[in-house]
T-cell receptor
Framework: KNEVEQSPQNLTAQEGEFITINCSYS?????LHWLQQHPGGGIVSLFM???GKKKHGRLIATINIQEKHSSLHITASHPRDSAVYIC???????????????FGKGTLLTVNP | ETGVTQSPTHLIKTRGQQVTLRCSSQ?????VSWYQQALGQGPQFIFQ???????GRGNFPPRFSGLQFPNYSSELNVNALELDDSALYLC???????????????FGSGTRLTVV
């Protein structure tokens, strides 16, 4: 079982729909990241959060530390939102300066016009 | 503010050869991590360099090695290439403070390596 699980694996939506992508993790974290990856590979960091909720434009990320669960929401989705969305956890600091990220497999979002 | 630059963008190598991938970290960042992303999978952690020393390593064999330079740029070297090494290699830089707080990551666009 992957330490970071995302659902759904694939998501197709119509323009304007509200999108939710879920992420669950199995061990404690110091931070959870939401990232966007377009075809061709480049990754853009969307959010880094360790509690509560963050908002940037039409994107909202929430996290529930007790339930080890995070969600990424996209309001009023648009075809340009089509991409792979990946969540990644950063482990609690073990005492060394190890900030490796453990990634989920990603959610492929396709927004049709 | 410059981002993270990786070179080359694409590379084709023959099984058994050696390859060096390069990464220029974002200005002001002192930590570089390397990840391997196979097709359809999430990135997997290879290793991390902090102040020119490796300070974390994932489940990759010793033929994967690296360097970090005084300007915080980095190289990933892979010896004795295997077909399964074909993947997108991503570099990410971050700033780690003396109190070991990290302030997020900036990713490069990756190097697509194909081993034939």
């Amino acid at each position: 079982k992957n330490e970071v699980e995302q659902s759904p694996q694939n998501l197709t939506a119509q323009e304007g729909e509200f999108i939710t992508i879920n992420c669950s993790y199995s061990v404690g974290i110091s931070a959870l990241h939401w990232l966007q990856q377009h075809p061709g590979g480049g990754i853009v960091s969307l959010f880094m959060l360790s509690s509560g909720k963050k908002k940037h434009g039409r994107l909202i990320a929430t996290i529930n530390i007790q339930e080890k669960h995070s969600s990424l929401h996209i309001t009023a989705s648009h075809p340009r939102d089509s991409a792979v969305y990946i969540c990644a956890r950063r482990a609690l600091n073990s005492g060394g300066s190890n900030y490796k990220l453990t990634f989920g497999k990603g959610t492929l979002l396709t927004v049709n016009p | 503010e410059t981002g993270v630059t990786q070179s080359p963008t694409h590379l084709i190598k023959t099984r058994g050869q050696q390859v060096t991938l390069r990464c220029s970290s974002q200005s002001g960042h002192n930590t570089v991590s390397w990840y391997q992303q196979a097709l359809g999978q999430g990135p997997q952690f290879i290793f991390q360099y902090y102040r020119e020393e490796e300070n974390g390593r994932g489940n990759f064999p010793p033929r994967f090695s690296g360097l970090q330079f005084p300007n915080y740029s980095s190289e990933l070297n892979v010896n004795a290439l295997e077909l399964d090494d074909s993947a997108l290699y991503l570099c990410a830089s971050s700033l780690v403070s003396p109190g070991e707080n990290s302030y997020g990551y900036t990713f490069g666009s990756g190097t697509r390596l194909t081993v034939v």
